[in-house]
């Protein structure tokens, strides 16, 4: 089992900033991926951006490319997710998850088998 837990949510003016963490426990090492999602009310839950633990690549939903940013710190085990330039249709529940290959990062739900509980984020206009 792996333990997930975000933090780092909250309210921000449009153009802001917030960095989210997700501090992983348990036998991380099963886990080949660490990915944020998040879901706005009334919408479906949405790939937002994804990190191989082992090198490190990335990958990004078009949506956020340039403005959000992840990474992983091995040591701590735990991952971030920085954003930036925040948008009032950002607001969503934002969840972190492992799960994966080492074929590379998925975007879909269903290949990740971990969650955490999920952190609000919400963007004022």
């Known amino acids: 089992q792996v333990q997930l837990v975000e933090s780092g949510g909250g309210l921000v003016q449009a153009g802001g900033s917030l960095r989210l963490s997700c501090a992983a426990s348990?036998?991380?090492?099963?886990?080949?991926?660490m990915g944020w999602f998040r879901q706005a009310a009334g919408k479906e839950r949405e790939f937002v951006a994804g990190?191989?633990?082992?090198?490190?690549?990335?990958y990004y939903a078009d949506f956020v490319k340039g403005r959000f940013t992840i990474s992983r710190d091995d040591a701590k085990n735990t991952g971030y997710l920085q954003m930036n330039v925040l948008k009032p249709e950002d607001t969503a529940i934002y969840y972190c998850?492992?799960?994966?290959?080492?074929?590379?990062?998925?975007?879909?739900?269903?290949?990740?088998?971990?969650w955490g509980q999920g952190t609000q984020v919400t963007v004022s206009s």
């Open positions: 998850a492992t799960g994966g290959t080492q074929l590379g990062i998925p975007v879909a739900i269903g290949l990740y088998r971990f």
């Open positions: 348990g036998r991380t090492f099963s886990s080949y991926v």
């Open positions: 990190i191989m633990w082992r090198g490190g690549s990335t």
